[in-house]
């Protein structure tokens, strides 16, 4: 139990040395396209040689949902080797994230976490607000699940397991899942340099007894 305990704070740190934040300022962008969408949030890695930032992705707004073009300042050479340099044409950068959405699903091959909102770009800082006509996320109960109080969680992507973790920041306490779901109340300000989304409110942890899955639905505190 301990040697697994060590192997899951060592993964933790890890995955915090691969998100530090560029200290760079972030190249110009257009407005945050209106409305509500389906927004597909990550980080990005490839962004500067001094580090990356995080990103919102609106595929369904153009033709191609996984389509790729020359982006003007992003990425690096490295040692000789091209890193970046290509994203979705409907991508928008951010340092700093605030607001409220819907958590629909997470990719847990690729890193992501699709979400329902709307998005504004307010120089460096994206604001979510969530759809007024979405129905509240159905509080989760019984014998697989175990809730966990309104407190400060970070969330994060473990790339090396391919899962995601949430941390209580107040007691340090930290759990691993298969994805997230529900209404997020969320926040990331640039004092923090890594890559790091908190959550503001309680979250339960279900079970699936087939498959063995650990999925964390999160509650929003002002909908409750």
């Not at 175990?146 to 899962?163: F, Q, S, W």
């Not at 759990?175 to 989304?197: L, Q, R």
């Amino acid at each position: 139990m301990q040697a697994e305990a060590q192997e899951l704070l060592i993964a933790d740190r890890y995955e915090d040395q691969t998100q530090i934040q560029s200290p760079q300022p972030i190249w110009p962008q257009g407005s945050a396209p209106t409305g509500i969408h389906n927004v597909e949030l990550s980080w990005d890695r490839f962004c500067r040689h001094d580090g990356g930032y995080m990103r919102v992705v609106f595929r369904d707004l153009a033709d191609d949902p996984d389509a790729k073009v020359r982006h003007p300042h992003h990425g690096f050479i490295k040692n000789g080797k091209q890193y970046g340099g290509w994203a979705h044409p409907y991508t928008w950068w951010f340092k700093q994230f605030l607001g409220r959405c819907e958590v629909l699903s997470t990719n847990n091959e690729k890193g992501r976490i699709n979400m329902r909102a709307s998005a504004v770009l307010n120089g460096e800082t994206l604001i979510l607000d969530r759809d007024p006509e979405a129905k509240r996320h159905p509080l989760v109960t019984g014998p697989t699940t175990t809730p966990r109080v309104k407190t400060h969680n970070r969330l994060c992507y473990r790339r090396a397991r391919e899962d995601w973790r949430l941390r209580d920041e107040r007691t340090g306490n930290l759990v691993f899942c298969d994805g997230y779901v529900g209404d997020m109340f969320a926040e990331w300000s640039t004092e923090d340099p890594i890559g790091h989304i908190y959550h503001k409110g309680a979250t339960v942890m279900e079970r699936d007894l087939v498959s063995g899955k650990v999925i964390a639905h999160l509650y929003d505190p002002l909908l409750s």
